[in-house]
């Protein structure tokens, strides 16, 4: 922020220079108001004086003579001399600027984005040269695990299928394999995975996590509430939020079809229960909410990481409801 300031400063500097000489002092002999009014009144009188006798002539030499006074000294301003300097000091200040901007605030390395600060995509190349240059499954994982924390999934994708390719068993992989599948739609494969993952290791909550919203998708109620009560045995963070679900699974085993109750089983999963955003966009004030046709495209459809969502019709229409609504 202080060198983007600083950059910033001293743009205004150059430009300052630049058109300092545009207000510089007034040339010595400014041309007299309406002076081309005066020269066309300047040169009647000199043909009238030719044909005034007397008086009349009197007078209008007189005149002739306050109007060659009125114009008496005024020449025309001589052009100013281009000075290269300050357009030069500018353009090396926009230069600068343009460079400090590029360094220290325009993403530039794979896996920088406005979500991954500079720093963090330093890292993340580092992890990711070192596991490609040794290929050891412990260097392979460290990549994989930093890229799935900085949301950069192909990357984490990448890594955990590396590691499965050398170490098959490998229990971490196996499950983030299968949450990067159900992120990319990919649900029964991801259901495969998850599975086995959390038969070896029943203690790992997320893989309960992501179970949950498999079933919970698939219209499953009750085996999504059990893989997400072993969640909260499991000691998972997100404890409030996945009572929520369990408690809106239990609504719509009941028969609940109202738009939250839509929302909570198929979207707060990935947009938060509040809509406040987590491993999809953040909805509450999303401007897209005010296209709802543009929403329904998008449920039903999927974009991106984001899969398609099997509705009814009667679902559809309360969970755009409920979405209109936030």
């Not at 300031?5 to 207000?23: E, M």
């Not at 679900?245 to 609504?251: D, G, P, R, V, W």
């Not at 979207?267 to 909805?283: R, S, Y």
């Not at 449920?299 to 229409?317: F, S």
Request: with cysteine; net charge neutral; charged share 30%.
């Amino acid at each position: 922020m202080m060198a983007t300031l600083i950059f910033l400063a001293l743009f205004l500097l150059g430009l300052f220079l630049t058109l300092r000489p545009l207000w510089g002092p007034k040339e010595p002999f400014p041309e007299p108001p309406r002076r081309e009014e005066l020269l066309k009144e300047l040169e009647v009188l000199r043909e009238e004086v030719k044909n005034l006798e007397g008086e009349e002539k009197k007078l209008a030499l007189a005149r002739v003579v306050e109007l060659e006074r009125a114009l008496e000294g005024w020449r025309p301003p001589e052009p100013r001399p281009f000075n290269p300097l300050p357009v030069a000091l500018a353009l090396g200040v926009v230069v600068l600027l343009g460079v400090g901007l590029w360094r220290y605030t325009l993403p530039r390395l794979p896996g920088e984005t406005t979500v991954t600060q500079r720093a963090e995509a330093r890292e993340l190349k580092a992890l990711q040269d070192k596991a490609k240059r040794t290929g050891a499954v412990e260097d392979l994982l460290a990549w994989g695990r930093r890229a799935y924390e900085l949301q950069a999934f192909d990357q984490a994708a990448e890594a955990y299928l590396e590691v499965l390719k050398k170490d098959p068993r490998n229990v971490e992989a196996v499950r983030r394999v299968g949450i990067l599948l159900f992120m990319s739609g990919r649900t029964e494969e991801a259901e495969t995975f998850l599975q086995v993952a959390q038969h070896a290791d029943p203690k790992a909550a997320e893989g309960w996590l992501f179970l949950g919203n498999i079933y919970f998708q698939k219209g499953q109620a009750q085996e999504a509430i059990a893989a997400w009560e072993r969640y909260l045995e499991a000691g998972g963070e997100a404890r409030e939020r996945v009572e929520g679900l369990i408690a809106m699974a239990k609504a719509q085993a009941q028969g609940g079809r109202d738009g939250q109750t839509v929302y909570q089983a198929r979207c707060a999963v990935c947009h938060g229960a509040e809509a406040q955003g987590g491993i999809g966009p953040k909805l509450k004030g999303n401007p897209i909410l005010k296209a709802p046709e543009a929403v329904k495209e998008i449920v039903l459809r999927g974009r991106g990481q984001m899969p398609a969502v099997p509705l009814g019709e009667e679902e559809l229409k309360a969970l755009l409801d409920y979405l209109s609504r936030l």
